[in-house]
């Protein structure tokens, strides 16, 4: 069999489940089972191939069984780098990238002191450190997801412009005195009755991570709260928002007394917000 018949046998056995991506998906798991760079495979195309690897049933079946791709590969791609990721995280999402694009643009040249809350695989956290002068704090409720984002600083080589630190963003004694120049976050978000209508592979990773409670806003009611103190004159805050939760979030940034802007990911969804003290 040549690189191309496989690469089309394993797209065939996906495109029912993953649709649109089979093409892309047969190319990541086909890198990973033979150490081939995609520019390298793509020239390979219409060599025959030693063998066929071993895991690639177990892959196929696994992927068609609805269980995420970056689960099964263990890694995953975030803003250029590449992440471990597990069932202890949600896996980082490529709509994520535009809110480390925004605070990239605010942050710009300063050595900045950035937060961010929720971190889990330490995808946003990272991506930051890794294109700005800032060093970042990275705080997770979940110890295993922490020992994912240290990991990931260490493969990254950023540990020291990264650290992270257990806390519970709902617990009274969540933050110290600490101020911060931008501080970030991707919360859980979805209401918990919109839970089980979630696809199937959602329905994968942790609820502790998507599970926003009664109306999904648990987490931005308390950001607003208490976080307008832990930042430095002239900071800010920018949050991952629901595609539906525009008016939610404008409503309670008023009730806040903060100007809040809204912006949209590449699919043209809404994606966050900033909100500026
Ligand atoms: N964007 C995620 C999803 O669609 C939700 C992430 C979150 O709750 N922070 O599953």
């Known amino acids: 069999m040549t690189y191309f018949q496989f690469k089309k046998y394993i797209k065939d056995s996906l495109e029912e489940v993953v649709g649109e991506y089979a093409a892309y998906e047969a190319e990541k798991i086909i890198c990973h089972l033979t150490g081939l760079s995609r520019t390298a495979l793509s020239l390979r195309s219409r060599e025959e191939m030693p063998e066929t690897p071993k895991e690639t049933e177990n892959i196929i079946a696994r992927r068609q069984n609805g269980e995420p791709l970056a689960y099964i590969l263990g890694k995953t791609d975030f803003f250029g780098l590449e992440l471990y990721v597990s069932e202890a995280c949600l896996t980082p999402r490529a709509d994520t990238e535009v809110i480390v694009e925004r605070a990239l643009e605010f942050l710009g ?5 950035v937060l961010d809350i929720c ?3 330490g995808c946003i956290a990272l991506a930051i450190a890794a294109n700005s002068h800032a ?5 997770d409720i979940s110890a295993a997801a922490l020992a994912v984002a240290e990991k ?7 540990w020291g412009k990264v650290r992270f630190l257990q806390r519970d963003a709902l617990a009274a004694d969540f933050l110290d005195g600490e101020k911060y120049d931008l501080i970030v976050s991707n919360p859980p ?10 696809s199937a592979e959602v329905h994968r990773e942790p ?3 998507l599970d926003g409670g ?4 648990v987490f931005y009611r308390r950001f607003l709260e208490i976080l307008p103190k832990h930042l430095k004159s002239g900071g800010a805050m920018i949050f991952e928002i629901g595609y539906d939760q525009e008016a939610a979030l404008r409503t309670l940034c008023e009730e806040a007394g903060l100007p809040c802007e809204i912006f949209r990911d ?3 969804n809404v994606r966050g917000a900033v909100i500026k003290v």
Do not use: Q, W
Not at 152 to 158: D, E, H, I, M, Q
Not at 189 to 198: G, R
Not at 214 to 217: E, S
């Open 119 to 121: 971190t889990g695989s």
């Open 189 to 198: 978000y979805i209401p918990t009755a919109d839970i089980a209508a979630l």
């Open 214 to 217: 009664a109306d999904g806003l």
């Open 135 to 139: 060093t970042v704090l990275g705080v």
């Open 266 to 268: 590449y699919g043209g």
């Open 152 to 158: 990931n600083a260490k493969k990254c080589a950023l």
């Open 207 to 209: 609820m502790l991570a």
């Open 109 to 113: 040249e300063r050595n900045a002191e």
